[in-house]
């Protein structure tokens, strides 16, 4: 038979153990909520102002939730958490669902769980500074949207910076044909004005 000092140490002992696992479900239930995007947020990674630019934002909530870091577009994002220091963290990520909100002006009362989202990468659309990827709560919202413009439909866990790497790539390739077409152009009326004489009047 149990004496009273030993069904004391086993009614301590539950206590100390159920406050231990309630202790461990509030710290599992306090996932931080998103966050508005003001006018004059930095992006994280290229500094540049969030929301001048179209396209679907993102944001990071750090483990332990001291910092909120923000980005112009879920490219930056994943370019800051596919780094090693960040990819097996269990940061909480955000980003826009854009089958619900307007693609240049995304609003901030559809920002989803990037965890859980899907993504359309190479599509026609653009964000800040380029390709950017679309986002979307459901595989067919994502569907729809390649439909009409394009892309792979990607889950969060299959995207890799060879992904962000590609869009990249493209890009600059059309900026670089943009640049010399402009050489192209400017050299052209450097030609041009080597063979006209200012002094050259004619009708006199």
Not at 26 to 34: L, S, V
Not at 102 to 126: C, K, M, N, Q
Request: a negative charge; hydrophobic letters at 30%.
């Amino acid at each position: 038979m149990a004496t009273p000092l030993t069904k004391w140490l086993i009614a301590a002992l539950t206590a100390i153990t159920l406050a231990g696992c309630s202790s461990d479900e509030q710290q599992t239930a306090a996932k931080p909520d998103p966050v508005h995007f003001d006018s004059g947020d930095e992006c994280h990674v290229c500094g540049m102002v969030i929301t001048n630019f179209p396209g679907p934002k993102g944001q990071a909530f750090t483990e332990r939730q001291q910092h909120t870091r923000k980005f112009c577009s879920t490219k930056d994002m994943f370019a800051w958490f596919l780094q090693p220091e960040n990819e097996n963290r269990d940061h909480t990520l955000y980003i826009h669902n854009m089958a619900e909100t307007h693609w240049d002006h995304p609003d901030d009362t559809h920002l989803i769980d990037a965890r859980e989202a899907f993504y359309v990468v190479g599509s026609e659309r653009t964000g800040a500074m380029g390709p950017t990827l679309a986002s979307f709560e459901t595989e067919s919202e994502a569907t729809d949207f390649a439909a009409t413009y394009g892309g792979e439909i990607l889950s969060f866990g299959d995207i890799t910076l060879e992904h962000l790497n590609a869009g990249m790539t493209m890009h600059g390739m059309e900026d670089m044909g943009e640049m010399d077409h402009m050489n192209d152009q400017s050299e052209e009326k450097d030609e041009h004005s080597k063979h006209v004489n200012p002094n050259d009047h004619h009708g006199h």
